[in-house]
């Protein structure tokens, strides 16, 4: 069976400290790869997806970047965090082909002071 | 372009009671609707989805949604609400040549005892 992983679970960090949240999958190939952002009370804010290692779209300009250095892993990256960064960060996966459902990881509570 | 409404962002009910949880979508292209629930600070779980094949869907816990086309609707039912469905639920829809979902801002369910 397949299984998402994230890490860490909480993260507090000062404004203007870097940024790196992994997100791992298991049991499956070339799956598509999604990062969230869900603030306080909002809905869920697609920040990246990608279809393939190496392939990253951007769906909201901002200080985060993404990365897929290999098949089932996704990184979420910044250089120096804002205080609006803060929020629950989401990692899901699906098999190819957009139609298909969405699996969630845990999440990371990354909270900006 | 593809949009998801939920309509009220908070829904009391009282234990016992009917749950009833409204989505409508907007899409050009016959949709793939889905529910996902959120208890606090979790991922979020696949409720049930649409793909084009039976109007009715049964999902996990009791809940289950109608696709109507002609109201471009899928609202989420469960006849009998349980302390345990406290969460906040989610409507997403996507398309068959998509790479993403569009997520409903949520709606936050309470039930009373």
């Known amino acids: 069976s397949q299984t998402i992983h994230q890490w860490p679970a909480t993260l507090v960090q000062p404004v203007g400290s870097p940024l790196s949240l992994e997100c791992t999958v298991e049991?499956?190939?070339?799956?598509?790869l999604y990062w969230y952002r869900q603030a306080a009370g909002r809905g869920l804010q697609l920040l990246f997806y990608?279809?393939?290692?190496?392939?990253i779209s951007s769906e909201v300009p901002q200080n985060l970047s993404a990365s897929r250095p290999q098949d089932r892993q996704f990184i979420l990256s910044s250089k120096k965090l804002l205080l609006s960064d803060s929020g629950f960060y989401l990692c899901?996966?699906?098999?190819?082909?957009?139609?298909?459902?969405?699996?969630f990881g845990p999440g990371t509570r990354l909270t900006v002071l | 372009a593809q949009s998801v409404t939920q309509l009220g962002s908070h829904v009391s009910v009282s234990e016992g009671a009917l749950v009833l949880l409204r989505c409508n979508y907007s899409s050009s292209v016959p949709p793939y609707l889905f529910w996902y629930v959120q208890y606090p600070n979790q991922g979020l779980q696949l409720l049930l989805k649409?793909?084009?094949?039976?109007?009715l869907v049964k999902g996990i816990n009791g809940f289950e949604a109608e696709f109507k086309k002609s109201e471009t609707s899928f609202h989420l039912t469960k006849p009998s609400a349980h302390m345990s469905d406290a969460a906040e639920y989610f409507c997403a829809v996507t398309e068959y040549t998509g790479n993403q979902f569009y997520f409903g801002t949520g709606t936050s369910l309470t039930v009373i005892p």
């Open positions: 990608s279809v393939g290692i190496g392939q």
């Open positions: 049991g499956t190939s070339n799956p598509n």
């Open positions: 899901a996966w699906s098999l190819a082909g957009g139609y298909n459902e969405q699996f």
């Open positions: 649409y793909t084009s094949a039976a109007t």
